[in-house]
């Protein structure tokens, strides 16, 4: 996996913030809400709300965050999200996913059609990059102090059912296949690890370079301003030099 290295530090990086962290916090929320809409706020008959649970958990939500959301969502009678998924390209062809959960499908596709064109880049149609990217369990554990021994660490990940393992610049990814993800993310907490986040992740298959100052500059602000906006969960992208 040594050639997702740049994507994995660019990852690491953005949820090392304090608003990263809490862009994941309410997106497991708006997935809860989802799912209790769908199946109900019990999660003994409803797996998918089951398994978010355990998702929030691995990924540090605290417990009364995940039992406010849940009440509410089964309180809330108005609100109804939707998931949508934008694919485009960035300066220079960079393929970019850009996955949304929204009460306002006009407003979500406005702002993120505006982003792209502002930043010169294009809105694609559905399908257009996806076939680029590789759907993972992404699985990452902060090492900065070193104290963590790394074999150890991935021979735990492996018997767990992990499929690959990195180590690079003070963190470790562990990916497995997507199902997966939270299975192998609680047998590492059992076994004594804390994880930094646990999820699902569209995966570059390569990575492009940009060479030109004014691309560099320009896919920057791109992934900054779809990263600002409320109502996008997630932006993956191929580009290596960031």
């Known amino acids: 996996m040594s050639g997702h290295s740049k994507w994995s530090n660019i990852k690491h990086k953005k949820e090392k913030t304090d608003a990263a962290k809490a862009k994941v916090f309410t997106k497991i929320g708006k997935e809860i809400t989802i799912a209790v809409k769908e199946g109900g706020p019990d999660p003994v008959s409803n797996s998918k709300l089951r398994d978010l649970i ?3 958990k691995a990924n540090n939500v605290p417990n009364d965050n995940i039992e406010r959301t849940i009440k509410k969502a089964a309180g809330a009678e108005n609100v109804n ?7 485009g390209y960035g300066p220079s062809g960079v393929a970019v996913i850009v996955e949304t959960t929204t009460d306002n499908r006009n407003r979500t596709a406005g702002n993120v059609r505006a982003a792209f064109s502002k930043y010169h880049g294009n809105l694609g149609q559905s399908g257009c990059v996806s076939f680029m990217f590789d759907e993972k369990g992404v699985i990452e554990i902060l090492n900065e102090d070193g104290d963590i021994d790394e074999d150890t660490l991935m021979e735990t990940a492996l018997e767990a059912g992990a499929s690959d393992f990195q180590a690079d610049e003070g963190v470790f990814t ?3 296949e997507p199902d997966d993800v939270i299975a192998v993310a609680e047998a590492l907490e059992a ?6 986040s646990a999820d699902k992740a569209k995966v570059p298959q390569t990575t492009v370079d940009l060479e030109a100052e004014d691309d560099v500059k320009f896919m920057g602000l791109l992934i900054e301003k779809l990263e ?3 109502d996008v969960m997630n932006v993956y992208h191929n580009w290596g030099n960031m």
């Open 54 to 56: 355990a998702k929030a």
């Open 81 to 87: 999200y939707e998931e949508i998924t934008y694919e």
């Open 174 to 176: 562990v990916y497995t």
């Open 191 to 196: 076994a004594g690890y804390q994880l930094d």
């Open 228 to 230: 600002e906006d409320d």
